[in-house]
């Protein structure tokens, strides 16, 4: 599950009260809103045990990971348990035809072994605050641009406030649409390294097929060590780093789950749009959702027939696929499940009852025009929307535009006439090694195709009046070939060549990017969607804003008695609930969990998604499971009803005494619009049992010596 630029929405009845299992709470408002609750469901720990800033607790132990996923620390040395697809892209950047860990899988028999992963950090969230009456006060009085300008320097002064002096950094987000302001601080480690990931075979069995499905028997699971300088502060690699001493680290337990049991993730989820009206839904179904399957699938089967002929293309584009193949699998399966749970039609008759309580003489002067307002914004950004979701997919689709993206500081510093040698050498060096990633993770074979296939979707799918006029001249100059225009881009373009670029680069001139066909018509898509559409939408893009902000104000004070939760914004999260089957449709019932019997009969050699490796197959015949089967029976992965979405992807499921069980993974397929509209009888987070975990560190991979870093309780 990773990162969605459309998420989720409350689904909201006349008289409802929040229940266990639906809701991303704010630890620090764990014992007033929900500690009863969770006892109830069976917690054994106190509300301190999970998150307080004096005392360790659940919340030291689990990371933001790499700004897109969650990592738990499960030893006390630094070692870090996350997803397989969360490492994908280190596994994949540490492989080569020589060294295929994707295929073959990767573990470090000693820590000298551990490879550092550049780029890659795991925050630790070190404490929160409600700094909301400080920011909305900046604001008071104010309005529109004045308004946003003030808060924002309230918020930079309070950031500024919690870091002085310290290594810690900080961020204050809106929650509530801008009805409330929270302060997080941070404690950043930059050197964090692989340890050991199973094969493909394991961390990615079922592939698309299985992704966001039930059953499920994928071992999604890779483990990283995070260190830190020897006085234990954060800093930058090193050789005389040291594994971390963490604060705290998460007990595995033996024990397994049954049904019923209690469950609790921790954890970073994304991004939800649970507060969503009618008109956000209608614009996901009917405009942006197809426009995103559309564009990824051509690009998906693009990619897929180069990676399928060729193995070094495989190994350059295994992560760029998975990461694409994703989210198109769950744009299909939100738009089927918003469609099918009839949100459009739960929403307008959410939004009859707020505009009755709305139209009340104490609320008509400051809520009644809320949703007319929220009307006439989407009525004008519904224009556009279709151009912008072909922007973000079709034209920033294209490879060699990452590319480019990387050069804009260089391009910015020509442009602005800085010659200074000193001062362009440093700008370029610091882009090398993105320059070094891009060509390493792609080639002319599949960017060509892919540049021809999306440059022709733009043009017959969109309305010219969304045609930058550099696209126009480029269109009538070829009189439609973009093949041929590509090839002749490819073979002239110094930004196609790797060589080429770094002699470009050696000595940068403003021309050499002047004088480039496809960054000139780049920047001109750049110029419509940033400057030529923004503009003409700022003021129903502002109107919806402050309407937003109106409607949820108003529903929490029409609804007091209910416990609200914000929308997911990549802040620490905690939900609760319960190991749980469920009815996907009449007449089938799936189990809780799955087992390696399920691995065996999915076995299909000719088909790479359900391939079993020899090793594992060796194991099951002689059911040589080590002491992580439960009576005789090796458990693979199981569901509960957490609410999640993506970032979560990697975050602990904790049990009552806050022992790990699981690493949550996926959600399921048929409560896919989750992020929009929570579905209580349908939504289940899927999990890779803890005790397959080890099964595979142990038994499969022999590395042991990971094990015996942790604290097993039995």
């Known amino acids: 599950m990773k990162k969605s630029l459309l998420a989720t929405l409350i689904l909201l009845t006349v008289s409802f009260y929040t229940k266990a299992d639906e809701g991303m709470w704010l630890l620090m408002h764990l014992k007033k809103m929900n500690y009863e609750d969770m006892q109830k469901k069976g917690l054994k720990l106190t509300p301190e045990e999970i998150y307080d800033i004096n005392k360790p607790g659940l919340k030291d132990a689990v990371v933001q990971l790499g700004g897109f996923c969650t990592g738990e620390i499960i030893s006390p040395n630094g070692l870090m348990l996350t997803n397989h697809h969360c490492g994908y892209d280190a596994i994949q950047g540490f492989s080569s035809l020589e060294n295929d860990y994707l295929t073959n899988g990767f573990w470090a028999m000693k820590k000298e072994e551990e490879k550092p992963v550049p780029g890659l950090f795991a925050m630790f969230m070190v404490r929160m605050e409600d700094v909301t009456d400080k920011v909305l006060a900046a604001g008071a009085n104010l309005s529109g641009s004045q ?100 604060r705290h680290y998460l007990p595995i337990s033996l024990k397994g789950v049954q049904k019923n049991d209690y469950a609790m993730i921790l954890g970073y989820p994304g991004k939800t749009d649970r507060y969503l009206t009618s008109y956000g ?39 760029h696929y998975a ?124 960017d060509k195709k892919t540049m021809v296939a999306m440059l022709t979707l733009y043009y017959n799918d969109i309305d010219k009046s969304y045609h930058p006029k550099e696209f126009t001249d480029l269109h009538k100059k070829y009189k439609g070939n973009f093949t041929k225009y590509v090839d002749e881009y490819y073979a002239k373009s110094v930004f196609t060549d790797k060589s080429k670029l770094e002699k470009a680069l050696s000595k940068p001139e403003l021309k050499m990017f002047e004088k480039d066909t496809w960054f000139n018509v780049l920047l001109g898509f750049i110029t419509l969607a940033q400057g030529n559409i923004a503009a003409a939408n700022a003021e129903a893009e502002n109107k919806l804003t402050e309407a937003t902000r109106l409607y949820i104000e108003g529903l929490r004070k029409m609804q007091p008695n209910r416990k609200f939760y914000p929308n997911a914004n990549f802040t620490m999260r905690l939900t609760y609930g319960q190991v749980l089957d469920y009815y996907p449709q009449d007449a089938v019932h ?16 000719n088909n790479e998604e359900f391939v079993v490796p020899a090793k594992l197959k060796e194991l099951y015949e002689k059911k040589d499971y080590g002491p992580y089967a439960e009576n005789g029976v090796l458990k693979v992965a199981f569901i509960s009803d957490n609410d999640i979405t ?40 899927i999990s890779v049992d803890i005790r397959y975990v080890l099964f595979v560190i142990d038994k499969f991979a022999g590395a042991k010596h990971l094990i015996d870093e942790m604290t097993l309780v039995r």
């Open 147 to 246: 308004r946003e300008a003030a808060m924002k320097a309230k918020m930079a002064e309070i950031r500024k406030k919690a870091t002085e002096g310290m290594h810690y950094i900080a961020e204050v987000k809106s929650f509530f649409d801008g009805n409330e302001y929270y302060l997080f601080v941070y404690e950043k480690y930059n050197d964090v390294r692989l340890v050991g990931a199973p094969p493909s075979a394991i961390g990615k069995f079922g592939g698309d097929t299985d992704n966001w499905m039930w059953p499920r028997h994928t071992g999604d699971f890779c483990l990283f060590r995070v260190y830190s300088a020897p006085d234990g502060k954060p800093a930058d690699y090193n050789a005389a780093n040291i594994p971390l001493k963490p």
């Open 323 to 446: 990461q694409i193949s994703n989210y198109w699998k769950y744009f299909i399966g939100q738009t089927r499940g918003l469609k099918r749970l009839k949100v459009y039609d739960k929403k307008l008759a959410e939004e009859k009852e707020f505009q009755n309580w709305a139209n009340t003489e104490a609320n008509k002067n400051k809520y009644g025009n809320v949703l007319n307002n929220i009307a006439d914004a989407y009525s004008v950004l519904n224009k556009s929307a279709l151009a912008e979701t072909y922007f973000q997919e079709c034209i920033l689709g294209i490879e060699i535009n990452t590319l480019y993206i990387k050069l804009f500081n260089i391009y910015g510093t020509l442009k602005s006439g800085i010659k200074d040698e000193a001062t362009l050498k440093e700008i370029v060096e610091k882009a090398k090694p993105e320059i070094d990633d891009y060509f390493k993770n792609h080639t002319s074979i599949v």
């Open 590 to 605: 799936y189990n809780y969990y799955t087992t390696i019997d399920g691995i065996m009969e999915k076995e299909d050699p």
């Open 281 to 319: 839904v209608k614009q996901a179904i009917e405009i942006d959702q197809p426009a995103r399957v559309k564009l990824r699938g051509t690009r998906l089967e693009i990619m897929k027939k180069e990676m399928d002929a060729n193995d070094a293309i495989r190994i350059q584009y295994a992560s």
């Open 646 to 685: 993506g970032g979560n992807s990697g975050s602990p499921v904790i049990n009552a005494k806050g022992e790990l069980i699981g690493c949550a993974f996926d959600g399921n397929w048929e409560a896919m619009s989750g992020d929009i509209a929570f579905e209580t009888n349908l939504q289940r987070t």
